[in-house]
Each structure stands twice: as C-alpha cells, then as structure tokens.
C-alpha cells in the first residue's frame, strides 16, 4: 500500500514539473547593450579627474600599432 502512495506521488510530482509553465525567453542582446571602447568622431572626450570606471570610452589613440617578425630556430 506504502509503494502506491509513492508511485501516485511520482506521478503528480511530474505532472507538475511538465504542466509548469516556462519562462520567457530572454532577447538577443544587441549592440547597444554592450559597453565597449568606441572611436566615433565627434563623440565627446571626458574630462575626468581623480580615479573613475568608465564604461563606454571613446578611444581618440591606442600605442604604435606594428609588428615584427620572429625568427626562432626549433627542431633538431
């Protein structure tokens, strides 16, 4: 008698689980939603003084971009 109570449980128990309804979907994200370093042209360049995150930088310059061969033996 024990087991059939259980297995009436079970049964109900999974039943709920596949009745619940399901969470909605969330939206794709999109590029607005990311916080990234930009280079627009006539973007405003932020004073700041002190220490401060900023999350959406314009970039006006980044380093001396260049590269350099190099040359390595390996091998025997």
């Known amino acids: ?5 259980w297995i009436i449980a079970a049964i109900i128990l999974a039943a709920a ?3 619940a309804p399901k969470p ?3 939206p794709p ?3 607005e939603d990311f916080k990234v370093p930009t280079a627009q042209q006539g973007r405003e360049i932020p004073v700041i003084f002190g ?3 900023l ?3 314009n970039v006006v310059w980044y380093g001396d971009i260049g590269y ?4 390595t033996k390996s091998g025997k």
């Open 68 to 71: 350099s061969a190099v040359k």
């Open 29 to 31: 994200p999109e590029f």
């Open 17 to 19: 689980i596949a009745y």
């Open 55 to 57: 999350t959406s930088p």
């Open 24 to 26: 909605p979907t969330p």
């Open 1 to 5: 008698m024990e087991y059939a109570v």
């Open 51 to 53: 220490t401060v995150m």
